[in-house]
T-cell receptor, first 116, second 109 residues
Framework: ETGVTQTPRHLVMGMTNKKSLKCEQHLGHNAMYWYKQSAKKPLELMFVYNFKEQTENNSVPSRFSPECPNSSHLFLHLHTLQPEDSALYLC???????????????FGEGSWLTVV | GQSLEQPSEVTAVEGAIVQINCTYQTSGFYGLSWYQQHDGGAPTFLSYNALDGLEETGRFSSFLSRSDSYGYLLLQELQMKDSASYFCAVGSNTGKLIFGQGTTLQVKP
């Protein structure tokens, strides 16, 4: 139990579907992140939110739309995805910006997404 | 930009010592971290080095040389449960944590 909870753990969706991934952190952190993990590839940073404000969009296609209603919750809205978007999507949080003073980031268990 | 290089796979036997190297290129370096990820699990934090030298935490140690843009994770007295993927990551002055591709460690009896 890392204090970061993601739902659903597994999701299968068609290319025309609209779905959302949810993340909740119980650690009182100020920063939240979405990472994508594909087989044989590094963890790819997608989005960063600090105090509910998006501070990083790492050239992510618009079919992925993040939402951060408050410091504890983060969503990833999915629309018209492609089969190559199938991956493990990891949410994470940290006390501050992950690049400063060794702030540890805490990951959720991830949501396995399969696009068919 | 930022990039990290680490070996893709390492194999060792129980009780042995293994070293996983990581070289990096980044602007505004803010420390080197190591994370462990078991199959089907979340990456979990192992260690962090902001300054040169060795940090020891139980059986695991991490080393950093900023002048060489190089670090390593040292695992001693290997156990079967240490079989996992190990990621190095660098923080930057833009507040991002960028990960390497990961090293899959297989511990054999």
């Amino acid at each position: 139990e890392t204090g970061v909870t993601q739902t659903p753990r597994h999701l299968v969706m068609g290319m025309t579907n609209k779905k959302s991934l949810k993340c909740e952190q119980h650690l009182g952190h100020n920063a939240m992140y979405w990472y994508k993990q594909s087989a044989k590839k590094p963890l790819e940073l997608m989005f960063v939110y600090n105090f509910k404000e998006q501070t990083e969009n790492n050239s992510v296609p618009s079919r992925f739309s993040p939402e951060c209603p408050n410091s504890s919750h983060l969503f990833l809205h999915l629309h018209t995805l492609q089969p190559e978007d199938s991956a493990l999507y990891l949410c994470a949080s940290s006390q501050g910006g992950a690049g400063s003073a060794g702030n540890t980031i805490y990951f959720g268990e991830g949501s396995w997404l399969t696009v068919v | 930009g930022q990039s990290l290089e680490q070996p893709s796979e390492v194999t060792a036997v129980e009780g042995a010592i293994v070293q996983i190297n990581c070289t990096y290129q980044t602007s505004g370096f803010y420390g080197l971290s190591w994370y462990q990820q078991h199959d089907g699990g979340a990456p979990t934090f192992l260690s962090y080095n902001a300054l040169d030298g060795l940090e020891e935490t139980g059986r695991f140690s991490s080393f950093l040389s900023r002048s060489d843009s190089y670090g390593y994770l040292l695992l001693q007295e290997l156990q079967m449960k240490d079989s996992a993927s190990y990621f190095c990551a660098v923080g930057s002055n833009t507040g991002k944590l960028i990960f390497g591709q990961g090293t899959t460690l297989q511990v054999k009896p």
